[in-house]
């Protein structure tokens, strides 16, 4: 390879870089305005993108803007759908961030999009990007609170069979109480 060639290649992976670093500080990064203003709007889209699929779940909503209601829930799948491909090309190690609970929930954001081109009705599981609101943890720096979170989690765990026993009477109950109301 000729020197400036190899230049070249050396200056086109370092202008990579500064960009990488830089997305990466905009989309990840909460305590820069640039990263703030971005968290905001896309909390903003996600709120929008949940009250869009709850309103098409209402039928007289939907007979009156259903077609509406679609091209804005596909709107939203698109850009969530980019917005999940750029996270992956601004951090260093993508399967790292793909298999984190973020990327799994986001990911999980826009497949009942794509699914329900194949499977009708799937459109409504949409509703779990509501859980992609979790971000607002680390823009209100409220992250020192998830110790108490995962001591929430290990209670459950640990209660796990006071818990299944509990919901097994309950549901027992609600078939007997339901068989009677039946009859």
Known sequence: MRPESKQRTTHHQAKHKAWRASLHEVIFEADTPAGKWFDILLIFSILLSVLAVMLD?????????????YAIEWCFTLLFTFEYLVRLMSVGRPMK?????????????????????????????????????LRVFRI??????????????QALHSSRRKITVFLFAVFTLVIVFGAFMYV
């Open 97 to 133: 961030y793909a298999t984190s609970f973020f990327g799994i929930v986001d990911l999980l954001a826009v497949i009942p999009s794509y699914l329900s081109l194949l499977f009708p009705g799937t459109e409504f599981l949409l509703v779990i990007r509501i859980l992609r609101i």
């Open 140 to 153: 209100l720096k409220l992250v020192q609170y998830l110790g108490e979170a995962q001591m929430l989690l």
């Open 57 to 69: 779940s209402v039928s007289s909503v939907s007979e009156q803007y259903g077609t509406l209601l």
